[in-house]
């Protein structure tokens, strides 16, 4: 498989519970959050996730995206660092990281991507399901896409199984299906990546999730026509 020393822009968005989209601090989500009871570390998840979603896929221009995902990464280190013990913040900021690294691009991104890979690994070793196996949803994503040895850690066949392992987890979501039909894709393995990048697109909405379910579709429906394009060309060459 070709490696890609630019990570995607497409990096990560992952299931998690029902929690709102939107751009608001975590003071402003309790504010306005129904009077129950709340759990502290997923409101700061929820903060995490909405401005993720905000900056992916609102946020125009690379510097301002820049800047944005900077400034999300500082708070995502500090919710890890308050829950030290857990893997949620662990799995967030490696996600944020990662969007990070896709902006830079280049090899300068690849101390974001280690760094992120370090945290998942950690994530996955706390609780392997947490987040509906976005840990190895992650890792997979991230083995496929980063260079392979002497420059970096891309390794397929660690990919396919960490992406097979989030599957087992979480059969029918959005983002396992479109990673490992985007890594079957990236292998020239078309009719297999068609399968799975339809399931992808077929599968339920997440509540609260418009903004990342809405970017996820696009991605995913240029990913599909980027395989006919691929299956056009090779039948017009052997015919």
Same mark, same amino acid.
């Given at each position: 498989?070709?490696?890609?020393?630019?990570?995607?822009?497409?990096?990560?968005?992952?299931?998690?519970?029902?929690?709102?989209?939107?751009?608001?601090?975590?003071?402003?989500?309790?504010?306005?959050?129904?009077?129950?009871?709340?759990?502290?570390?997923?409101?700061?998840?929820?903060?995490?996730?909405?401005?993720?979603?905000?900056?992916?896929?609102?946020?125009?221009?690379?510097?301002?995206?820049?800047?944005?995902?900077?400034?999300?990464?500082?708070?995502?280190?500090?919710?890890?660092?308050?829950?030290?013990?857990?893997?949620?913040?662990?799995?967030?900021?490696?996600?944020?990281?990662?969007?990070?690294?896709?902006?830079?691009?280049?090899?300068?991104?690849?101390?974001?991507?280690?760094?992120?890979?370090?945290?998942?690994?950690?994530?996955?070793?706390?609780?392997?399901?947490?987040?509906?196996?976005?840990?190895?949803?992650?890792?997979?994503?991230?083995?496929?896409?980063?260079?392979?040895?002497?420059?970096?850690?891309?390794?397929?066949?660690?990919?396919?199984?960490?992406?097979? &392992?989030?599957? &087992?987890?979480?059969?029918?979501?959005?983002?396992?299906?479109?990673?490992?039909?985007?890594?079957?894709?990236?292998?020239?393995?078309?009719?297999?990546?068609?399968?799975?990048?339809?399931?992808?697109?077929?599968?339920?909405?997440?509540?609260?999730?418009?903004?990342?379910?809405?970017?996820?579709?696009?991605?995913?429906?240029?990913?599909?026509?980027?395989?006919?394009?691929?299956?056009?060309?090779?039948?017009?060459?052997?015919?």
């Amino acid at each position: 498989m070709k490696k890609l020393l630019l990570l995607s822009t497409a990096l990560i968005a992952f299931s998690l519970p029902a929690l709102a989209e939107g751009s608001q601090t975590p003071q402003q989500t309790q504010a306005t959050a129904p009077q129950t009871a709340q759990d502290p570390m997923m409101e700061q998840i929820s903060y995490l996730q909405n401005e993720w979603a905000r900056i992916k896929y609102q946020v125009s221009g690379q510097e301002s995206q820049l800047a944005a995902i900077r400034k999300l990464e500082e708070h995502a280190a500090k919710v890890t660092a308050a829950y030290s013990g857990k893997a949620e913040p662990k799995i967030w900021e490696a996600i944020i990281l990662s969007t990070e690294a896709g902006i830079i691009k280049g090899m300068s991104a690849l101390p974001k991507v280690k760094q992120a890979k370090t945290l998942l690994e950690q994530a996955e070793a706390i609780d392997t399901k947490a987040l509906d196996g976005s840990a190895h949803t992650s890792l997979g994503s991230l083995y496929y896409q980063v260079p392979g040895w002497p420059v970096g850690f891309g390794d397929d066949d660690e990919a396919e199984k960490h992406l097979k &392992q989030a599957l &087992q987890i979480n059969p029918t979501g959005i983002d396992p299906n479109f990673f490992y039909g985007d890594f079957l894709l990236q292998d020239d393995r078309y009719d297999e990546a068609k399968t799975y990048l339809e399931r992808a697109l077929q599968a339920p909405d997440r509540p609260g999730r418009d903004v990342a379910d809405t970017g996820r579709r696009q991605e995913i429906k240029a990913a599909l026509a980027k395989i006919a394009e691929k299956m056009n060309s090779k039948g017009r060459q052997f015919n």
